[in-house]
């Protein structure tokens, strides 16, 4: 009998690709579309709205002779994944919603509708691959980076589990873009020169001042402009445990040292690293925000994206937050190992040890690292494989 599978097929060109894949491959192919957020608030008018998405997606299904449905999951994303992320933001901390989106939706509501449905598998277009390994007579799933460096998702779905995994097929990963959109062409899809979408789900498609104002109130408090008069020095070897939490928490500046430069409008509206929303002039370079204190309403600032406020050493991660893809591979307290890291999507893979201690865990890079964020996930790969990832504290 031949296996069935439910498609999520967002209208772009990859699930689109994904779902004709599957259908030459043998498989009996359900397109689904997923409404997740239904508000208007913020929507930027240049990009298009789920009504156009949903065109597409229905297109393509009919252009491939499959089902369609379309399921209304906007109640389960308002709960799951909007409201974490207002109270994220409200801490201080610059959540991933894209992450988040991955873990409690496609992977989750959006499968148990598959399984609904019948469905042996979901399929997405995400640039990723899967494979199964057999260790001592269990088999585990592997999520392994996509064959397309440039385009590797594998980041975003750094939070899923052994079940999630096992239940999902990635048909375009081991494919590079512009495969996908020539196989696209050739089989006369209507999404083939469709644009890619700004990152999943809806940021991206809304403007997040607009967007978390909605929730967070303004409030005035002040900017602080932190003198760059500090190195980020390469990592001295070895780093003695008494000084992680120093490598990771303290800033190489005393704040005491700044300024006041300006005002900003609520320090739970700015993340690390980030350049703009800040309405101060008569620099040479772009100042970048290199700390918030939300508790006591304060942006710290720094001229120049090279200011070693930007940087730390290594990042820390509790216990409770840290997520094993391979829970075989799971490190123990007192244990440490030599891994490659990624801390945003996109970002090259960058070296360093993890340190397994009471008190949590810590990752030590090689070189430090610009714009650590709490709240953002920090995952780790062993060769192209994502073993674990955590949220940065
Ligand atoms: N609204 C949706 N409904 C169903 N599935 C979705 C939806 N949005 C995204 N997906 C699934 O998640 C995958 C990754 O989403 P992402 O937003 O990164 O799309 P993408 O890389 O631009 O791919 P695509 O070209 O298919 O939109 C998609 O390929 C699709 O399978």
Excluded at 117 to 144: F, M, N, R, W
Excluded at 224 to 252: G, L, M, Q, V, W
Excluded at 266 to 282: D, E, P, S, V
Aim: charged share 25%; net charge neutral.
């Amino acid at each position: 009998m031949k296996k069935k599978v439910v498609v999520g097929l967002s209208g772009g060109v990859d699930s689109s690709v994904a779902a004709y894949l599957l259908k030459k491959d043998g498989y009996e192919v359900i397109g689904v579309f997923m409404i997740n957020y239904k508000d208007t608030v913020g929507t930027l008018t240049s990009s298009c709205t789920w009504e156009d998405d949903v065109e597409f997606a229905s297109m393509i299904a009919k252009k491939l002779e499959i089902p369609f449905h379309v399921v209304d999951l906007s109640e389960h994303y308002k709960e799951r994944v909007i409201d974490y992320m207002f109270s994220e933001y409200e801490a201080g901390r610059t959540p991933n919603p894209d992450v988040l989106c991955n873990r409690e939706m496609k992977f989750d509501v959006f499968l148990d509708k598959a399984l609904e449905l019948g469905a042996d598998y979901v399929a997405t277009g995400h640039y990723c691959q899967k494979s199964t390994i057999d260790k001592d007579g269990q088999e585990y799933s592997q999520l392994i980076a996509g064959a397309d460096g440039n385009k590797d998702q594998s980041y975003f779905l750094c939070q899923l589990s052994q079940d999630q995994l096992n239940k999902t097929l990635f048909p375009i990963g081991h494919l590079e873009k512009p495969v996908v959109r020539e196989i696209a062409r050739e089989a006369k899809l209507i999404t083939a020169e469709r644009k890619d979408s700004q990152g999943i789900c809806f940021v991206g498609k809304v403007d997040l001042p607009t967007f978390l104002q909605q929730k967070l109130e303004p409030k005035k408090g002040n900017v602080i402009e932190i003198p760059n008069t500090f190195s980020a020095k390469k990592r001295d070897f070895p780093i003695e445990k008494e000084s992680f939490n120093k490598h990771c928490f303290e800033y190489p500046y005393k704040p005491w040292n700044g300024k006041v430069i300006g005002e900003h409008n609520g320090a739970h509206f700015y993340t690390i690293g980030q350049r703009k929303g800040l309405n101060i002039g008569g620099y040479k370079e772009p100042l970048f925000i290199i700390g918030t204190d939300v508790k006591r309403n304060i942006v710290y600032v720094g001229e120049g994206k090279k200011h070693a406020g930007l940087y730390r050493q290594g990042l820390f991660i509790e216990h409770t937050d840290m997520h094993w893809i391979r829970p075989d591979l799971k490190l123990f307290v007192g244990s440490e190992q030599r891994m490659d890291f990624r801390i945003r999507y996109r970002q090259p893979l960058e070296k360093g040890t993890m340190y397994v201690e009471e008190e949590g865990v810590y990752v030590l890079f090689d070189n430090p690292q610009r714009g650590i964020t709490p709240g953002q996930f920090a995952a780790w790969y062993v060769n192209d494989e994502l073993i674990g990832s955590g949220v940065i504290k």
